[in-house]
T-cell receptor
Framework: GAVVSQHPSWVICKSGTSVKIECRSL??????MFWYRQFPKQSLMLMAT?????????EQGVEKDKFLINHASLTLSTLTVTSAHPEDSSFYIC?????????????FGPGTRLTVL | AQSVTQLGSHVSVSEGALVLLRCNYS??????LFWYVQYPNQGLQLLLK??????LVKGINGFEAEFKKSETSFHLTKPSAHMSDAAEYFC??????????FGTGTLLAVQP
């Protein structure tokens, strides 16, 4: 089946620094990638949708200048948390689809746990 | 607007017993529904999905779900629970433009 990887799997950083998280589709071309965040014992909340070669679409309430998303190729999307603060600590998960069909399956990465001190 | 509600944030069953995880949806258009499973500190794995056609959908690991339009439900079942089924389960519905809206999740515990 389709595999999506994320790197790093966990990261600890100091408040005020920026952190980049990579999401890669390993065996398919991802026309669309999604970024979610998940707080402890809560559900996934969609942050943004990114399509290769175009600007990401952010969900209401998500600061696009704080969560920078780049989808430079059909196999790679990156999420950069800029000037991270403790409240940004969360589990970030990406997913990818290989077609534009909205019923298509999203394949999820294993997630990245971010801890901001 | 599409949404899903999962009844019961925690469900505990004995090994070998029936697993029933409840999901009700709200949708103004024919819904496309998914069940995902999440093991600790991992991403989500698709169990099964309903788009069109047969209302009883079979998935991986012996799970199945039945789409019931009259009840706006898409409950997940498994005849006999295994210890390895212990995980968190999320029901989801597709919103327009391929966006998934997740329920709040149900944590399944399997007792020996």
């Amino acid at each position: 089946g389709a595999v999506v990887s994320q790197h790093p799997s966990w990261v600890i950083c100091k408040s005020g620094t920026s952190v980049k998280i990579e999401c890669r589709s390993l065996d398919f071309q991802a026309t669309t990638m999604f970024w979610y965040r998940q707080f402890p014992k809560q559900s996934l909340m969609l942050m943004a949708t990114s399509n290769e070669g175009s600007k990401a679409t952010y969900e209401q309430g998500v600061e696009k200048d704080k969560f920078l998303i780049n989808h430079a190729s059909l196999t790679l999307s990156t999420l950069t948390v800029t000037s991270a603060h403790p409240e940004d600590s969360s589990f970030y998960i990406c997913s990818a689809t290989d077609s534009g069909v909205f019923t298509d399956t999203q394949y999820f990465g294993p997630g990245t746990r971010l801890t901001v001190l | 607007a599409q949404s899903v509600t999962q009844l019961g944030s925690h469900v505990s069953v004995s090994e070998g017993a029936l697993v029933l995880l409840r999901c009700n949806y709200s949708s103004s258009v024919p819904p496309y529904l998914f069940w995902y499973v999440q093991y600790p500190n991992q991403g989500l794995q698709l169990l099964l999905k309903y788009t069109t056609g047969a209302t009883l959908v079979k998935g991986i690991n012996g799970f199945e779900a039945e789409f019931k339009k009259s009840e706006t439900s898409f409950h997940l079942t498994k005849p006999s629970a295994h210890m390895s089924d212990a995980a968190e389960y999320f029901c989801a519905v597709v919103r327009a433009t391929n966006k998934l809206i997740f329920g709040t999740g149900t944590l399944l515990a399997v007792q020996p």
